[in-house]
């Protein structure tokens, strides 16, 4: 099993798939692309991997599966010991909900706070339209936490979704986001706070 992956620093994208096979335990060969290269040699790269030309990517016994959720629905599937996904249907839903909505969503938050993990701490001045996007996400967190006891979204195990989360908490790290200013009586910052203590996490950080 070959994971191809981008600049540890910067790839939110890479990262989640990463954290999720790290969960897992299984072997695998890491191969790194270095991203944001002047002279375009990242593209040519990433394309002896990935026909889409974007990583992360996965090749594992013959296929070749690149986007991150789909990277991680594969693994939750061929790994169910890992439990990435929760057993119970009502978690298991709203747990993936909430891995498409970070998929999708909150552009603001990606493009005004870039994941860098070699950045320096530093208070930003943000827009409204960021700040719409991080009460969104402390909501959410809050009542995910509230609904299913925590210590992570969906419950007791640690899955997809928090993997899809901890670049953000990254972000909130760098850019000096304070939750309790949007909304959160202190569940989502303790949860923003576990999600970096997490062993696979500390190993990606330690890699960049």
């Known amino acids: 099993m070959e994971l191809v992956i981008g600049t540890k620093a910067w790839s939110t994208w890479s990262m989640r798939p990463w954290l999720a096979l790290t969960k897992t335990g299984a072997e695998f060969t890491e191969t790194l692309v270095q991203l944001r290269r002047e002279n375009g040699i990242s593209e040519a790269e990433i394309l002896k991997h990935s026909p889409s030309g974007l990583v992360p990517c996965l090749k594992d016994d013959g296929l070749t599966i690149t986007d991150s959720l789909s990277i991680c629905e594969y693994l939750a599937e061929k790994f169910p010991g890992a439990r990435l996904w929760p ?31 070699a950045a320096a701490v530093h208070v930003a001045t943000l827009s409204e339209a960021t700040h719409r996007d991080i009460r969104r996400i402390v909501a959410l967190w809050n009542g995910l936490l509230s609904r299913f006891g925590g210590p992570w979204l969906a419950g007791g195990e ?38 970096l203590e997490r062993p696979e996490f500390k190993a990606w950080e330690a890699g960049a």
């Open 87 to 117: 057993k119970d249907t009502a978690a298991r839903a709203l747990a993936r909900s909430a891995a498409a909505e970070m998929h999708s969503g909150f552009a603001s938050l990606r493009g005004e706070c870039p994941m860098d993990l």
């Open 158 to 195: 640690w899955g997809i979704a928090d993997a899809f989360y901890t670049p953000v908490a990254t972000r909130f790290r760098t850019y000096g986001v304070k939750l309790s200013d949007f909304g959160d009586a202190g569940a989502a910052g303790q949860y923003y706070e576990r999600l």
